[in-house]
């Protein structure tokens, strides 16, 4: 493992968001195609979730998410953004996305 100096991760814009639509994409098996509130600013992200969520379980989720890599187009929708997950170590078909422990306002840094 390589070791960045704190600049590097200090470029990184991680912001807490508020999953306000989720649905499968047609013909992917794997990703969910979802709108993200940012505190009025909603971002569309793609992610390789759908094996481990299902849409309805993500609805109103608070979620963290990489907000300034450059989009990326999936199956013809843009995703924006990248949320952040852990995959256990021992277990990797155990995804747990990372959320805030207590309720914060949506577009919230994370530090």
């Known amino acids: 493992m390589s070791l960045l ?9 991680i912001r ?5 639509k989720a649905e499968r994409v047609p013909g992917a ?3 969910l195609h979802l709108e993200i509130d940012f505190g009025g600013d909603v971002k569309s992200c793609v992610a390789g979730l759908a094996e481990y969520y ?8 608070m979620v963290a ?9 999936m199956f013809g929708l843009e995703s924006q953004v990248m949320l952040l997950a852990a995959i256990d170590r021992v277990d990797p ?6 959320i805030p422990d207590r309720p914060v ?5 994370v530090t």
């Open 65 to 73: 998410a990489v907000m300034n890599l450059k989009p990326k187009k």
């Open 54 to 61: 299902g849409p309805e379980e993500l609805l109103n989720k």
């Open 93 to 98: 078909s155990k995804v747990s996305l990372l």
């Open 16 to 20: 807490i968001g508020v999953i306000v």
């Open 105 to 109: 306002q949506a577009g919230s840094k």
């Open 29 to 31: 098996k794997k990703l």
């Open 5 to 13: 100096d704190f600049g590097d991760f200090a470029k990184l814009d």
